[in-house]
């Protein structure tokens, strides 16, 4: 088995509206030092084992471009761990 | 200014709607080789600096606890990139 580890994130300049929320909910808290939040999805992929890791990573690549991703406001990087 | 990531996942045996709904639909899209997909949130707090790490670390860790995550659902962990 090989695992996937997406990380996709807005856009630098795109409004984080849930970010805004959540930094002013911390100063409110208290948590005066918190200058920014960002808010983005953190999505774990388990595939089946290939021996081609070259096709593992064009596979996980066009599902994090075709299915996890809105490539007009986010980002994504992704790391793939084997075993 | 420091950054820390965090990464909010589901705990182990927990339903995961979300991750089922993506799995699904990458299956419809020819992805058979997809076992598990599990998603969770990815947080990036920008912190003013602080000569003192271990308070730094203290105070995400008491972030994570207190307004990230749901502890009786969620895992938290997270690393502090300084600069």
Redesign the interface.
Known sequence: ?AQARV???LKKGILDPQ?EA?KN??HT?G?G????????????????D?SDSEALKN?VEE?CK???TNPVIEDFSFEIVEG
């Open positions: 088995m990380y996709v994130t970010g959540v909910a911390l808290l948590y030092n918190i200058d920014e939040v960002r808010v983005g999805k953190y999505v774990v992929l388990t595939l089946q290939s596979t599902i075709k299915v996890l």
